[in-house]
């Protein structure tokens, strides 16, 4: 039964740092990333990143910001966010998808989902 647990979330000024963990219970065979949704807005991704590591994806909105890291000897998965802005403000999901991350990674159908975790920046 694959488990995605999300922590770290909270309260941040402008212009400050959060990062955010997620405990999993998937082997090292899939490609995880986060997500993020706003109320009353479709969930958009945020970043992915290959089983091994070695490809990253991130959205333009967070390109340069955000840092996307996975350490599968501890199953974790992590994001770093720097400078956070007003507009970054969301419930943050963790997700997995069994198998590589393809070319558009956002365009997938991710089958697992943790129950999110809020960022609030203001």
């Known amino acids: 039964d694959v488990q995605l647990v999300e922590s770290g979330g909270g309260s941040v000024r402008p212009g400050g740092s959060l990062t955010l963990s997620c405990a999993t219970s998937?082997?090292?065979?899939?490609?995880m990333g986060w997500y993020r949704q706003i109320p009353g807005k479709e969930r958009e991704g945020v970043a992915a990143?290959?089983?091994?590591?070695?490809?990253?994806y991130y959205a333009d909105s967070v390109k340069g910001r955000f840092t996307v890291s996975r350490d599968n000897a501890k199953n974790t998965l992590s994001l770093q966010m720097n400078s956070l802005k007003p507009e970054d403000t969301a419930m943050y999901y963790c997700?997995?998808?069994?198998?590589?991350?393809?070319?558009?990674?956002?365009?997938?159908?991710?089958?697992?989902w943790g129950q999110g975790t809020q960022v609030t920046v203001s």
């Open positions: 990143i290959s089983a091994g590591g070695t490809t990253i």
């Open positions: 997700a997995a998808i069994r198998g590589g991350c393809g070319v558009r990674p956002f365009g997938l159908e991710w089958g697992y």
């Open positions: 998937v082997g090292s065979f899939y490609c």
